[in-house]
């Protein structure tokens, strides 16, 4: 072959890996959407139409967290033992076929079966996501890769707080959904097309894994990293999934529209900075700590000083900025992930990077239960109107002071974070 023609397939393989890579990162925008739209984005909504309590409510988002987080040592197995396009293809159908359902349901029992279903489904999607970064890409570039699939996954997130408010208004919760669930078929049709055009091939046994998940459960390393991620990202996850929309109403008096204008800004800047993280960590010389040290430290401000501010009649303002910031907070996610994946072997990338997801998705599904438990010990001092039941301040104040001594924790787990510098320790 000639010099010309190598260049020539050379930019053919490169352009491969990028569609490849946007297929990918199109399903995980439909699996992001899911996970930050409901109960978040309609709480109101959904307690007015099937009359239930704030735990009931807040249970369809630990529900989705549960089973999501659960599944994660199961999905990390499986995409490290068939490849990242198989098992993502699994969990796209199981995600776009619930998510089609989900409108349908008109009981609880209905609505939370056909939840965990979707969570199943979705649960597939980022590890095989990361998987598949790892093996396109030069494993010293995964946490660069890795923050750019955040940018684009991430959107599904910012679809599902201001844009999904608007369509809910315009549309009612039902036909948005049902809309979200047709356009995540399509997503999914059009990557069965791309990776059927260009297969991987990858397959490898099952005995491997499960000795290979044994070492990553017996490696001390793996565990401050994520134990630092899991409660720093849960307590994000707790205010931009359930919350933060519901106590700016409730506590600010503030409008439905402006509460998540609020939620779609701190969307927005925790998609930014999570997208940057990685060429953050690789300006530092492919240092992973600080990066982890920072994210957690802003966590235990933002939520100190939320506590204090969440009294009397809180000026959103401040409420709202503070919010902003724990989505910047919950930026350094990948690198969390990538510190994981480094001090693992190679042979065991998904399944360490499923044991991190497992901890951050069942630590936020625990916070969120609790969460709803707290707000309903206050239903005797709740208000109830004709569209919602508003909670009243104290509650919520309780459940940041929570999360404040919680981010403490994180912030002592990041100290013994063992710094890899970009490459792999086993």
Known sequence: MNFPAKISAGVEKEWRKLLLFCAMCLIYFFSYFQRIAVPGTCFDELQADFRASAAAVTALGSIFLYVYGFAQFFVGMAADRFGGRRTMLVGAAILSGASIVFPFSHSLPTLYLARAILAAGASMIFISLAKEIDTLFNPRHFAVWLGIALLLGYSGGIAGTYPFERAIVHFGWRNAMLWAGILCLFALIAAAFIFRRFPSGERQ?????????????????????????????????????????????????????????????????????????????????????????????LTLSMTVMLTFAMRGAPDYRLIGAGLVMLGIA????????????????????????????????????????????????????????????????????????????????SAVAACFIHETRGTRLQ
Do not use: W
């Open 205 to 297: 046994g099952a005995v491997s894994k499960i000795y290979y998940l044994g070492k990553v459960l017996r490696n001390p390393l793996s565990y401050p990293p994520t134990v630092a991620g899991a409660i720093n990202f849960a307590i994000y996850l707790l205010f931009q999934c359930a919350l933060a929309k519901k106590m700016l109403t409730d506590c600010c008096a503030i409008s439905s529209s402006r509460a998540a204008a609020v939620t779609f800004a701190m969307m927005i800047a925790c998609t930014v900075a999570a997208s940057l993280s990685g060429f953050v960590s690789r300006l530092i010389g492919n240092r992973r700590k600080p990066v982890i040290l920072a994210g957690v430290l």
């Open 330 to 409: 919950a930026s350094p996610s990948p690198i969390v992930l990538t510190a994981t994946k480094e001090v693992n072997p190679a042979q065991a990338a998904a399944t360490s990077m499923g044991m991190a997801n497992f901890a951050a998705y069942v630590a936020v599904a625990i916070i969120i239960n609790i969460a709803g438990v707290v707000m309903d010990c206050f239903k005797e001092q709740a208000v109830a109107t004709a569209h919602s039941i508003m909670y009243p301040v104290i509650s919520y104040r309780l459940i940041l002071a929570g999360c404040a001594v919680l981010s403490a924790i």
